[in-house]
C-alpha cells in the first residue's frame, strides 16, 4: 500500500466587473507510484485561458497549456513462454532496468474568434500550435523464456530523443436557411495542418546480457556512461482542404445529411545515418483534390425515437515505410453505420442500438520478408483488406431522481478477407481475424445511487466491466487471456455543499488479468491489481 498524492487547483474569475473580461487557470500536480517495482510518475500539468466579449456578438479566446511529465522505470512489458504460456511471476516484477526513464513535456497555444450574425448563423477561426520535446532510455527483458532452464532473455534497449512541432488553422460558417417552406442548416470551412516530427536514436553499449525473470532483481546492469549515434529521421507532412456538412429538412420527420471534404496533403521522410552527414530521402508522397464523401439520413419515427443511417468514405494517409523507404498507399475504404435511438424524461435518459460495418484497404502490415526487431524502423506492405463489423447497444441517464446509469455492450468481429505474402501468395492470415486481440463481447455496467437519507448527502457507485477472450498468435504459437471481470465501486459524501470526499476501490477482487498480449518476447501487459483511491474536492 502506498500514497499517491495528486492535487488539483481550479479558478475562474472574471478581470472586470462587467465580466467582458474573464480568465481561467487550472493547475494539476500528481505523484504516483505503479503496481510494478521501480515504476514512478511526476507530472505537471497547467494552464490559463482568456475570454473577451470584444463585441455584443463577438468572442476572442486565447489558452495556452503547459505539461512536463517524467516516467521512472519505462516498462516495455513482459515476456511468456516459449510455448505461449505466462510466466508465474508477481506481477509487481520488473523486467527492465531502474535507470530506464522516459521525460516529455510540451506547449499548446490555441487562440479563436467567434462571432454570431444573427439569428442562428456563426463564424469561427481557430489557430493552435504544440511544441512538445521528450527523450527515452531503457533497457528491458526481451526474448522468450524456455521453461526447462527458466532463462532466455537478454537485456536489450536503446535511448531516442524525439521532436514534435504541429500548427493547425481551422474556419467555418454555419447557420440556417430557409428553402420551399422548411428550415435547412448548412456548414463550410477549411483547414490546414502542418506536422514535423524528428526521432534520433542512439545504441547503448553493455547490454544484451541474460535476464533471470525469476529472480528479485532481474536486471543488476548498470546504465551506460556512453552511447553512440544510431540514426536520424525526420518527417515533414502537410495537409489542407475545405469541407461541409448540408443537413436537409425533407420532411417533418425526416432529414438528408450530405457533405464531403477535399483534401490536399504531401509529406516527406528523410534519414541521416551519421552525425553531421548527408540526409538521404527515403519516403516522398503527394495527394491533390482527394473528395471523401459523407451521407445520411436521420428518421423520427415518433415518440422518443430515431432511426438512422450513414456511409462515410475512408482515405487516410500512412506514415509507413516499406523496406526500400517509400511511404504506403494511403488506406481507402469505407464506413457504413445504421441504428435507433431514444430519449425520455427531457433528455435525462438515452438509449442507442447501433450496427456497423468498416472495410479498409491499403492497411499497413508488416512485410513478412523483412521482420521488425525491437528498437529499429520497421518494414511494412500496403497489401491488406480488412472488415470490422458489429453493434453497439448503450443506455445512460437518470432512471429515477438520484438514481443513474450508464449501461453499455459490444459485439465487434474482424476479418482478413486479404493477406498477401510478398509474391502475392495468400498468408495463414487470410479469412482469419486481423485483430484478434479485440474482445468479441464487451459490457461495462456503471450505476450511481443518492439514497433518501442524510439528505442525500450519500453517494453508493457501483460497476463491472467484462469482456470475452481475446489473443494473439506468433507462429504456431496462440496465447490466449480468457474471458474476465473487474468490478469497481464508488462512494462519496458531501460534506458541504462545497467540500466532498470520495472513496473508490478499483478492481475490487484484484482479478489478474493480461490488458494485452503482443508475443513471447515482451509487449505483454498486465492489468492494474486493486486499488483504493480517497479523494477530497472543495469549491470556492
Known amino acids: 500500500m502506498h500514497a499517491d498524492p495528486q492535487a488539483?487547483?481550479?479558478?475562474?474569475?472574471?478581470?472586470?466587473a462587467s465580466g467582458d473580461l474573464r480568465a481561467r487557470l487550472v493547475g494539476i500536480f500528481e505523484d504516483r507510484d505503479y503496481f510494478y517495482d521501480e515504476g514512478h510518475r511526476r507530472k505537471y500539468l497547467a494552464y490559463g485561458t482568456i475570454e473577451w466579449n470584444l463585441a455584443p456578438r463577438t468572442v476572442v479566446a486565447a489558452t495556452i497549456k503547459w505539461q512536463d511529465v517524467a516516467d521512472d522505470g519505462t516498462l516495455m512489458g513482459v515476456p511468456r513462454y516459449t510455448d505461449g504460456g505466462e510466466l508465474p511471476i508477481p506481477r509487481s516484477r520488473y523486467p527492465g532496468a531502474p535507470w530506464s526513464s522516459r521525460n516529455w513535456n510540451n506547449v499548446q497555444m490555441f487562440a479563436e474568434l467567434r462571432h454570431e450574425f444573427g439569428g442562428d448563423w456563426e463564424a469561427k477561426v481557430a489557430v493552435s500550435r504544440i511544441s512538445g520535446d521528450s527523450d527515452m532510455t531503457y533497457a528491458s527483458a526481451m526474448g522468450a523464456v524456455d521453461r526447462a532452464t527458466g532463462m532466455g532473455p537478454i537485456l536489450y534497449g536503446g535511448a531516442?530523443?524525439?521532436?514534435?512541432?504541429e500548427t493547425d488553422l481551422d474556419g467555418y460558417v454555419s447557420g440556417g436557411f430557409d428553402l420551399l417552406g422548411r428550415r435547412h442548416q448548412i456548414l463550410a470551412g477549411a483547414n490546414y495542418w502542418d506536422g514535423h516530427t524528428r526521432q534520433i536514436s542512439y545504441n547503448l553499449p553493455g547490454l544484451m546480457q541474460p535476464?533471470?525473470?525469476?529472480?528479485?532483481?532481474?536486471?543488476?546492469t548498470p546504465e551506460p556512461t556512453t552511447q553512440s549515434w544510431g540514426g536520424e529521421q525526420t518527417t515533414d507532412t502537410t495537409q489542407y482542404g475545405g469541407y461541409a456538412v448540408l443537413r436537409l429538412s425533407l420532411a417533418e420527420?425526416?432529414?438528408?445529411?450530405?457533405?464531403?471534404?477535399?483534401?490536399?496533403?504531401?509529406?516527406?521522410?528523410?534519414?541521416?545515418?551519421?552525425i553531421g552527414g548527408p540526409q538521404t530521402p527515403t519516403g516522398k508522397y503527394r495527394i491533390n483534390r482527394e473528395f471523401t464523401p459523407y451521407g445520411g439520413l436521420v428518421w423520427k419515427v415518433g415518440g422518443p425515437f430515431s432511426l438512422y443511417a450513414s456511409y462515410a468514405s475512408i482515405f487516410t494517409p500512412q506514415n509507413n515505410l516499406t523496406y526500400d523507404g517509400e511511404v504506403l498507399d494511403p488506406m481507402t475504404g469505407s464506413n457504413i453505420e445504421a441504428g435507433i435511438k431514444g430519449e425520455?424524461?427531457?433528455?435525462?435518459l438515452n438509449a442507442s442500438l447501433a450496427a456497423f460495418r468498416i472495410r479498409q484497404n491499403n492497411r499497413a502490415q508488416l512485410d513478412p520478408d523483412h521482420p521488425c526487431m525491437p528498437g529499429s524502423v520497421c518494414a511494412y506492405i500496403a497489401d491488406g483488406k480488412v472488415e470490422s463489423k458489429g453493434f453497439d447497444a448503450e443506455v445512460q441517464g437518470d432512471l429515477t431522481e438520484g438514481w443513474s446509469i450508464q449501461a453499455g455492450y459490444t459485439y465487434v468481429d474482424t476479418e482478413n478477407l486479404r493477406d498477401r505474402t510478398a509474391t502475392g501468395v495468400p498468408s495463414g492470415n487470410e479469412g482469419q481475424p486481423f485483430s484478434s486481440f479485440t474482445p468479441k463481447h464487451m459490457v461495462k455496467l456503471w450505476t450511481h445511487y443518492r439514497p433518501p437519507v442524510l439528505d442525500g448527502k450519500l453517494g453508493l457507485g457501483a460497476g463491472v466491466n467484462w469482456q470475452s477472450s481475446f489473443y494473439s498468435q506468433?507462429?504456431?504459437?496462440?496465447?490466449?487471456?480468457?474471458?474476465?471481470?473487474v468490478v469497481n465501486l464508488r462512494a462519496d459524501y458531501a460534506i458541504t455543499p462545497r467540500i466532498d470526499v470520495g472513496l473508490n476501490a478499483n478492481n475490487l477482487f484484484d482479478k489478474?488479468?493480461?490488458?494485452?498480449?503482443?508475443?513471447?518476447?515482451?509487449?505483454?501487459?498486465?492489468?492494474?491489481?486493486?486499488?483504493?483511491?480517497?479523494?477530497?474536492?472543495a469549491r470556492y
Open 8 to 16: 488539483e487547483g481550479d479558478i475562474s474569475v472574471p478581470l472586470v
Open 160 to 165: 531516442y530523443d524525439f521532436r514534435n512541432r
Open 211 to 220: 535476464v533471470d525473470l525469476f529472480s528479485d532483481t532481474p536486471v543488476t
Open 253 to 274: 420527420p425526416l432529414t438528408l445529411i450530405a457533405g464531403g471534404r477535399l483534401s490536399w496533403w504531401r509529406t516527406e521522410t528523410v534519414r541521416r545515418a551519421t
Open 344 to 348: 425520455w424524461f427531457g433528455g435525462k
Open 474 to 485: 506468433q507462429g504456431a504459437v496462440r496465447m490466449t487471456q480468457g474471458s474476465y471481470a
Open 512 to 537: 489478474r488479468y493480461f490488458a494485452s498480449i503482443g508475443g513471447t518476447s515482451w509487449n505483454n501487459w498486465y492489468g492494474e491489481p486493486r486499488s483504493v483511491m480517497a479523494t477530497l474536492r
